[in-house]
Structure formats: structure tokens, C-alpha cells
């Protein structure tokens, strides 16, 4: 059970735990191993997002078990014991879409999650992990506004954008296409999606 103001575990299945992220040295090294220069957050902009919304700063860690993958992934696999192998980075706004206004800024009490980054280190791509952490964070949300009503707001929606060859993790994942974002960040052109963050 998170508990609204530091890195409790929150319990994952076989194989892994979500924890908020508590050491943004360690999601930075993935991000620059995931991400393209261009496309990559600096260690500056991490930090930001870290300090004014550490809650949305999720990590999934390895247990050093087998892991059971997500409902809709059949491969499994170990990820190495306490060990950062993938995160989401977010802040919070009131605006309906995505522009650069809400990739540099974090609003408390606002209700739509901007999703800035989802990293999977490269050695454990393709297993599960990513979907994982994009299945919890609406939950993890959620559970935040239940159990700290004083501290976060209900979030309603979740935003984020991507390019066209990441579409079947997004729409695996619950996520539906808004269309093209008017954001340009890098060479290729983004796509922006929405997932409601309902009820857990
Ligand atoms: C994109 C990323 C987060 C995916 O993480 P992951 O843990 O490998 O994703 P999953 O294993 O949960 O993938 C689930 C499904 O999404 C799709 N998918 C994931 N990565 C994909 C890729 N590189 N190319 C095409 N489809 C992909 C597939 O349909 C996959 O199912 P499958 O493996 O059964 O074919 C990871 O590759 C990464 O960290 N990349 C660098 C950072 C980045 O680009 N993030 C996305 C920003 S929008």
C-alpha cells in the first residue's frame, strides 16, 4: 500500500513491486539508454519532474523471481532483485491535450496526468514490463485519491503522446488515439493518446 508521501513497495505480482521512484540518477541512466538525444529528458528536467510530483514518478523493481507477465503477455522472465527496470514519469495539468506548455510544468491540484516518460531498460524490453507499469498507474492513482483525499486530487484522465510504431503498446493498454499532436519534439511526428483513469 502506498502511503501518500514516501517510496513504500506497492505489491506487483511474481517477479516485480512498484515503488515511487526514489533515485532519479537510476531513471535517468535508463532514459538516456532508451531514449533517443533528442527525445531523451536531461537529468535536470527528471529531477523537476521528481521534486514537484514525486508521486506520479513510478518505478516497477525486480524481485529476483520468475516473473508473471501482465494479463495480456505471456513471457516471463527474472529481473534482478530491488533493481530499477523501468518507470513512468508524469506531472499533472488542466489542460485537455498535450502541448509544451504541459511537458515543462506540474499544476497540484490539476486532475489530467501528462505522462512524460515510459523507459524500460533495453535489457528487458519486450517481456512485459512496460505494460505492467502502464496497467498500475491508473491504479495507483486512483488509490492515491481514496487513501490521501487531502493530499491528491481524483485524477480523471491519463495523457500521453507517441510515435505511430508504439500504437499496439498504447492500445493494449487502455489507451485510445486522439489523433496527432501538435507537439514537435525531435525528427518524427507524435501521436496523442487518453486513458480515463476510472474506478479500482
Ligand atoms: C517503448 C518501451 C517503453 C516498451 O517497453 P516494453 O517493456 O518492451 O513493452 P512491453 O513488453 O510491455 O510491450 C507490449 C507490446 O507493446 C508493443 N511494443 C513494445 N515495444 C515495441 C517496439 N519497440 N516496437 C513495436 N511494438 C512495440 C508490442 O505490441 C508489445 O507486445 P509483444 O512484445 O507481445 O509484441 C521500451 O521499448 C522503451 O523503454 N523504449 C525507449 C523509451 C521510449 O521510446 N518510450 C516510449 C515513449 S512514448
Avoid at 512498484?18 to 531514449?35: P, S
Amino acid at each position: 500500500m502506498t502511503n501518500g508521501g514516501d517510496s513504500t513497495p506497492i505489491p506487483g505480482s511474481n517477479g516485480y513491486y512498484f515503488k515511487w521512484v526514489d533515485n532519479v540518477q537510476a531513471a535517468y541512466a535508463l532514459e538516456m539508454q532508451g531514449y533517443p538525444a533528442s527525445e531523451g529528458a536531461s537529468l535536470a528536467t527528471l529531477t523537476y519532474r521528481h521534486d514537484v510530483a514525486p508521486h506520479l514518478f513510478l518505478g516497477l523493481y525486480g524481485t529476483g523471481q520468475p516473473m508473471d507477465g501482465p494479463r495480456n503477455h505471456s513471457t516471463t522472465c527474472v529481473l534482478p532483485k530491488d533493481t530499477l527496470v523501468g518507470y513512468i514519469s508524469a506531472t499533472a495539468g488542466q489542460q485537455e491535450r498535450l502541448t509544451h506548455d504541459t511537458m515543462a510544468t506540474h499544476q497540484p491540484q490539476g486532475t489530467r496526468v501528462y505522462i512524460h516518460s515510459v523507459c524500460v531498460n533495453p535489457r528487458y524490453q519486450r517481456k512485459g514490463v512496460a505494460s505492467c507499469l502502464l496497467q498500475e498507474f491508473p491504479r495507483h492513482l486512483c488509490r492515491l485519491a481514496n487513501h490521501f483525499p487531502d493530499q491528491y486530487p481524483r485524477y480523471d484522465s491519463i495523457l500521453l503522446i507517441a510515435h505511430e510504431y508504439l500504437f499496439p503498446l498504447y492500445l493494449k493498454n487502455g489507451f485510445r488515439l486522439l489523433g496527432p499532436s501538435s507537439v514537435v519534439h525531435g525528427p518524427e511526428e507524435w501521436y496523442e493518446f487518453i486513458r480515463k483513469v476510472g474506478e479500482y
